[in-house]
């Protein structure tokens, strides 16, 4: 008989006469002859009630099953007599596949996230993990879903890359030569020896190489791990992350912003509608303000402003902030913040910020001052997505890339791609682990990750 997972039959219309369950046990209790087991098999929040009775001839064993022991049932799905629950399994034989020790680490209690971080490879286990995991696999499909039912294709990034898009040096670097030999030139490595022949780095985005397919066939995005060697110890920053990121042809900053905002307000209301049973868990026991949020941001039309009205706001505001609000500092999450959760109440795209505080691929408004440069901003997060109208003047462009001291023979492909039938093309990055952060109320990215990876970390 095929196994059945509890979410289609916790969603049956009707009784049915055979059904095979296999999952694990949660709980169980025991009543005069009968015992009373809880199973789930990860398939969805609810788990299911078997019902034991002291016929089956393996009862005295099923009666010391313990939590974390797995078992496959074969019974009937009746209604339940009990409350909390429609339907209920009465088993006619229950195969013990596994018993879990006492030692089993996740007891039916409250775990700390600090604790369970210890335990990564088990906390998928758990309600809340379960729960924040499931919704991660339903929004990876919805972000696939937008992009294609709108025309992108779909671009596969290289991981390894000789390229720094943002400029910012926190590289891992990729090496097949012997560390405690390596050949030296000039008193100094000699990567000439190398695998690559140049120096060779994990990607900190895909964004380069979207470019590259966008101005060839139209609209691409790139959805993949990028890798930052930032030693951050914040609730904010893990070294591997998954980013999103289109790239559209013949596209201002304008189309931009409305792409933006859109991608945000889809994902949102996608996931309020699909997965409603595991945002209500984060709504009970992590956020209780999580479900106003999200409608909020499911339905505004996002506020626009450009930097220096948003730095005007914050200057006036009045309010003490950490870190100073001066003309040309970039925004900090603290003021991000207070223009979302307190002035305006919803989100803001600001745009048009100092080039001075941007990558040299942004394209140099008329002022040459500001470049055309967005982001999208939300409660509670901050920042979720950031992009820019890129530079197609290849002039302009070597300009950029002298005041920043880049090397324009290491971008010579980059570089060609505005001499042969350049044109306008805007692209952004949207946070993935940002993203679940703001569906599910949880405030630490390394518990939106599967197995993070952070400085001092790297088991599991």
């Not at 409350?83 to 680490?105: F, H, L, N, R």
Request: one cysteine or more; a negative charge; charged letters at 25%.
């Amino acid at each position: 008989m095929k196994r059945t997972k509890i979410v289609h039959l916790l969603k049956s219309e009707h009784p049915v006469d055979r059904v095979l369950v296999k999952g694990w046990v949660r709980t169980r209790r025991d009543s005069k002859s009968l015992s009373f087991i809880e199973v789930n098999d990860g398939s969805c929040l609810r788990g299911l009630q078997i019902i034991a009775d002291n016929t089956l001839n393996n009862y005295e064993s099923i009666a010391k099953l313990s939590t974390g022991s797995a078992i496959a049932i074969s019974g009937k799905l009746i209604e339940s007599h009990g409350s909390g629950q429609k339907w209920e399994v009465v088993a006619d034989k229950i195969d013990i596949i596994s018993i879990a020790p006492e030692t089993y680490p996740l007891q039916k209690k409250r775990h700390s996230d600090e604790f369970l971080r210890t335990i990564a490879h088990l906390r998928p286990r758990t309600n809340k993990y379960g729960a924040a995991f499931r919704i991660r696999s339903e929004l990876s499909y919805a972000v696939h879903r937008f992009f294609r039912d709108r025309g992108f294709k779909y671009l596969h990034s290289p991981i390894i890359t000789a390229a720094d898009c943002e400029g910012a040096g926190e590289l891992f670097r990729v090496t097949a030569l012997a560390l405690d030999n390596p050949p030296t030139k000039d008193g100094k490595i000699d990567y000439s020896m190398d695998f690559f022949g140049t120096e060779a780095n994990l990607t900190v985005s895909g964004q380069l190489s979207a470019e590259m397919f966008a101005l060839a066939l139209g609209d691409v995005y790139t959805f993949g791990p990028t890798f930052r060697a930032e030693n951050s110890h914040t609730s904010r920053h893990v070294a591997e992350f998954w980013m999103v990121e289109p790239e559209m042809a013949f596209c201002d900053l304008d189309g931009n912003m409305d792409l933006a905002e859109e991608l945000v307000k889809n994902l949102t209301a996608f996931i309020i509608k699909e997965c409603a049973e595991d945002l209500e868990l984060f709504a009970r026991f992590v956020d209780k303000n999580l479900m106003a949020t999200l409608d909020n941001i499911a339905s505004s039309e996002f506020i626009r402003l450009p930097y220096e009205a948003a730095m005007e706001i914050l200057i006036k505001s009045g309010k003490k902030f950490e870190h100073e609000v001066a003309f040309g500092n970039d925004l900090q999450t603290e003021h991000e913040r207070y223009l979302t959760e307190h002035h305006f109440k919803q989100p803001v795209i600001v745009y048009d910020y100092p080039k001075e505080i941007k990558p040299f691929y942004m394209r140099l408004n008329d002022d040459h001052k500001t470049v055309g440069a967005m982001d999208v901003l939300v409660p509670v997060i901050g920042e979720i997505v950031g992009g820019s109208q890129r530079e197609e003047r290849l002039d302009v462009l070597e300009g950029r890339m002298d005041e920043m001291g880049l090397s324009k023979d290491a971008y010579w492909w980059y570089l060609d791609s505005r001499r042969f039938g350049s044109v306008e093309h805007s692209g952004f990055g949207l946070g993935f682990e940002r993203l679940l952060m703001l569906l599910t109320g949880i405030r630490n990215i390394r518990d939106v990750v599967p197995f993070p990876r952070t400085p001092n970390s790297i088991e599991f």
